[in-house]
């Protein structure tokens, strides 16, 4: 019973750090229609930069987290402008721009491990102090983690539902060829839209390899298994159900990894993710209409 | 929180070095010996990128998983043949220790990773987005290494498995890397044959419409999904293949040598040398995997870091793929598409001789001519204008060719005992409680022509859907030609003359025009496995008679000249022309229109109306859905007008212009 509690505290960590990353993911998907696999090499980039700051420039973890958030988000919003966009403009498959992805985040990883070696880091910040709630144990700064998450998307939430940005980047989501002839300027929201997913990228690779004992180049690559699990099981392009997947993801994980064998983890996230796409492809969230316009197709 | 180390998704070594145990000592010179080891592996890796050209060039399946079909071969190989017990103990006593005679294990081999394929190939089964369908492929490809590196019983973990004999252990040892290199080049061959067989003939044509357009296949009767299966059923045994003869060779395996970057690897020798090309996978196979990625494990180490040259070699491997993805997506060697010789009737004519010349000089009655070009050719040679009596000449003459090109099988049909072709009762299909369609019934008698119409949303296209087979109706049923077909899949609806054609048109964008006709012939016997194999010799005077026909199809629209021209360089108009004389070539007894003429221009539309007419007088029913109501009066004999779902009304319609109710639908509605 304890470790079954205790497990879950720890998923509900993990949980709201995939569903940080998962958001930015599925942000990604549903205003550029790309899934883009490069989104886990910039999580582990977000680390070692991290690590460059905590380590050897001795900021504290706080400072840390949003100069890398804004230092990923310009580069991945640059990203979308050089690599993704285009590709599709030119006709690329969808299948094209995820090779072209995929292969941006192996580059990416390896220009990594070729700068920094490739041996494991650990970041110079104390765990926090251990705090019990009812059978839960969780540190100070998995605490904090778990609120800053929430606040973070509650914040998201908001620009969502009641900025004219958030309107805008709705409305191109759902169709960016109406949105455009609406006056959106869509390029510029899609610009926005890669820097606030790579925002989210950068805080959730600080934080991840901050918590984690030890970490090397393939941290993102790893992650980024959780976080399309996320995504999918919330319906890929729905920032909402990537919110909910994630912590029924991290919940399910850690659980695995308690129960069976933790080298089954990601094995856990993995038959999720299948699951998912065999049985409801569009996610538990998916919407009636979306299905309705790929039938009728 | 990740589980197990890096070990598993980062790969030092780009290719699985030569095992330890099996030559301490070289009983050949270093140069054969390292000579031997690069060939082995081109070989190897040739084969295996062959097989998933298949798939991902021709096919289109995005396989990010393919090496797991190359392990799963080189595993069982391994399992089969390693004995019962080996000096290092552990896992190799406890496997079947079979011993198993090295040929048969390759068979096995090459059997259990085709089955294997085809299995991964039923995901298929649920219709996914190409890139979501990617995407979980290459995360199986992730986390197999870290399944089976955890499995110690059968596989033995991250250690993998050694002492994996060679299957040439009674040839002598100082010969044996060069006659092995031998065998695998005469398996290269041996595979380069077969594969040739699969992609040129008319099943590769059927495969690459299947990657072009995978409705637009369905809709000519091409069983996508079966096609699939059998590519990955191919493509998995050509795998194992590659598998098994790599594990005979280096005598061990392990996950460190089965990555996911080793697919990208071949994927990315695929994409550089020409996505569908047999001869530029063999360029892209040579130059990256074998001279460039074996290449650089033989530099020296940089600056006391022998990691960095492997991880320079991934760095540029990446930034070429993206760079070809930019520049150059068809690759060195693009794919060739075969060129067919053609009337010379009209090459080389001018616009104005093909269009707009449809009609003799104020023909009032709206009887066919197909065929432009042929009058006006004839106009010409004359020197007299066209009248109505030369163009009624004409018009049967063109008649008859359409209906010896077109009606084979609606004229055996005249005796059959039911009276309508399609008889469409009470079908429903609602979306999220939106009802697109809400008990529709109607029917189409054969050898006429349907109209149906109604304001948009009325739920025409879902209505044709439901009748084609791509939606299933929520209540209802579809009789066609007196057969109940509501549960028949949408591709054997259209073997068995039940033809649609899209709203948007959906060509095969990388086939040429003609090419695009002869894919829709039906039952072509090169389209089978055998047939594909046996060759030309079994197919070709068979191709020979749809070419016929093709061609017949082409001078009767009048597009010979762009017969070899690539369908997506073709302009809106040809297109449709294109779905048209696509549709026809499966020789159809209801013929489902949507919109046909949306968007063309009159002269264009004018000789797609004709071609209704003359399909009509063939005996060849038409379901004709067209906003254009002015080409439906002049059609259609009986009009169905749809509404919210519902059948508001039938009847001629120089009456239901005049229905209040009509009116209402259109205004109001």
Request: aromatic share 8%.
């Amino acid at each position: 019973m304890r470790l079954l509690i205790e497990t879950i505290g720890f998923g509900i960590f993990s949980g709201s750090l995939i569903s940080l990353g998962a958001v930015g993911f599925t942000v990604q998907f549903g205003i550029s229609n790309v899934l883009n696999v490069a989104y886990g090499a910039f999580i582990t980039l977000a680390a070692y930069l991290g690590y460059i700051f905590v380590n050897d420039a001795h900021f504290s973890l706080w400072p840390t987290i949003a100069v890398v958030a804004a230092i990923v988000g310009v580069l991945s919003a640059t990203f979308n402008r050089v690599l993704t966009r285009p590709l599709a403009r030119r006709g690329g498959s969808f299948v094209a721009v995820l090779v072209a992805t995929v292969w941006s985040g192996i580059t990416l990883q390896y220009i990594i491990v070729s700068i920094a070696s490739p041996s494991t880091f650990t970041y110079a910040v104390p765990n926090g102090t251990t705090v019990n709630i009812g059978y839960f144990v969780l540190t100070s700064t998995q605490l904090i983690v778990i609120g800053g998450a929430a606040a973070l998307m509650l914040l998201f939430h908001g620009l969502l539902t009641r900025t004219q940005l958030g309107q805008a980047m709705r409305a191109t989501a759902v169709n960016p060829v109406v949105a455009r002839s609406c006056g959106i300027r869509i390029d510029r929201v899609t610009d926005v839209a890669w820097l606030i997913s790579g925002m989210l990228c950068g805080a959730t690779g600080v934080v991840l390899a901050a918590t984690t004992s030890t970490f090397d180049a393939s941290l993102g690559t790893t992650f980024l298994i959780y976080m399309i699990a996320a995504a999918v099981l919330g319906g890929v392009g729905q920032p909402y159900g990537a919110m909910i997947g994630g912590l029924v993801v991290g919940v399910s994980t850690q659980l695995t990894g308690a129960y069976l064998s933790p080298a089954y983890e990601d094995v856990a996230a993995f038959v999720i993710l299948v699951l998912m796409l065999l049985a409801w492809p569009r996610g538990l969230f998916g919407s009636a209409a979306s299905a309705a316009k790929r039938l009728a197709g | 929180m990740a589980g197990p180390p890096s070990a598993r998704t980062r790969q030092r070594e780009p290719r699985p070095h030569p095992s330890p145990y099996v030559r301490t000592e070289r009983p050949i010179s270093p140069f054969a010996y390292y000579a031997t080891i690069i060939l082995v592996y081109i070989g190897t890796d040739l084969i295996a990128a062959w097989g998933l050209n298949l798939e991902f060039g021709v096919t289109g399946i995005p396989n990010l998983a393919f090496i797991v079909f190359v392990a799963s071969g080189a595993y069982t190989y391994a399992v089969l043949t390693v004995g019962p017990t080996s000096q290092f103990g552990g896992a190799e006593t406890y496997i079947i220790g079979g011993r198993v005679p090295a040929f048969v294990a390759i068979v096995a081999a090459v059997v259990v990773s085709g089955a294997f394929g085809a299995l991964i190939g039923l995901t298929g089964l649920r219709r996914l987005r190409l890139d979501y369908q990617a995407l979980t492929l290459l995360i199986i490809s992730f986390v197999a290494t870290g399944v089976v590196g955890a499995n110690n019983s059968i596989f033995n973990g991250l250690d993998g498995l050694s002492l994996i004999p060679n299957p040439l252990e009674f040839v002598a040892e100082s010969q044996r890397a060069w006659v092995y290199v031998g065998v695998v080049a005469v398996l290269c061959i041996v595979t380069l044959f077969l594969v040739r067989r699969l992609t040129d003939g008319p099943l590769g044509r059927a495969l690459r419409a299947v990657r072009d357009d995978e409705d637009a296949a369905t809709a000519i009767g091409k069983s996508v999904l079966g096609l699939r299966l059998l590519v990955q059923g191919i493509g998995g045994a050509l795998a194992g293949l590659s598998g098994a003869l790599l594990a005979g060779f280096i005598g061990g395996w392990s996950p460190s040598a089965w990555g996911y970057l080793e697919t990208l690897a071949l994927l990315t020798a695929i994409i550089i040398g020409g996505r569908g090309s047999n001869r530029g996978v063999v360029v892209g196979t040579v130059l990256l995997l074998g001279a460039f990625l074996q290449g650089v494990q033989y530099l020296p180490a940089i600056g006391g870091r022998p990691d960095l040259i492997f991880d320079f070699g991934w760095i540029i491997v990446g930034g070429l793929t993206i760079a070809f993805l930019f520049m150059r997506p068809q690759g060195i060697f693009p794919e060739r598409r075969p060129r067919y010789a053609v009337g010379e009737s009209d090459a080389g004519g001018g616009a104005s001789r093909r269009f707009g010349l449809l009609r003799g000089s104020g023909t009032p009655n709206r009887t066919s001519a197909l065929s432009a070009d042929a009058r006006t050719n004839e106009a010409a040679s004359s020197g007299v204008a066209v009248d109505g009596g030369r163009d009624d000449e004409v018009a049967e003459r063109d008649r008859v060719a359409l209906a010896g090109v077109v009606a084979t099988r609606a004229r055996t049909e005249q005796a059959a005992s039911y009276a309508d072709i399609l008889v469409v009762e009470g079908i429903s299909r609602s979306y999220g409680g939106v009802r697109a369609v809400d008990s529709a019934s109607f029917t189409v008698p054969k050898g006429s022509i349907v109209g149906l119409i109604g304001p948009n949303g009325a739920g025409k296209s879902t209505a044709l859907g439901i009748i084609s087979g791509f939606i299933r109706p929520d209540a209802g049923s579809v009789t066609f030609a007196g057969v109940d077909v509501t549960r028949l899949a949408a591709h054997r609806r259209a073997r068995r003359g039940l033809v649609r054609t899209f709203q948007l048109t959906r060509e095969f964008g990388k086939l040429t025009l003609l090419e695009n006709l002869l894919v829709a012939a039906r039952e072509h016997r090169g389209e089978s496995l055998f047939g594909a194999l046996a060759g030309r010799r079994y197919w070709g005077a068979e191709e020979e008679l749809h070419l016929e026909r093709a061609r017949s199809l082409l001078e009767l629209f009048g597009v010979t000249h762009q017969a070899n021209k690539l369908a997506a360089n073709l302009s809106g108009g040809q297109k449709r022309m294109l779905e048209m004389m696509r549709a026809l070539m499966l020789d159809p007894q209801l013929l489902l229109l949507d919109e046909p003429m949306a968007g063309l221009s009159t002269a264009v539309a004018d000789r797609v109306e004709d071609a209704c007419i003359g399909l009509r007088e063939s005996g060849v029913a038409v379901l004709l859905v067209e906003h254009e109501l002015a080409a439906v009066e002049r059609l259609c004999s009986n009009v169905v007008v749809m509404a919210q779902g519902n059948v508001l009304v039938e009847g001629e319609m120089a009456n239901l212009r005049r229905s209040k109710l009509v009116q209402e639908a259109y205004f109001v509605g």
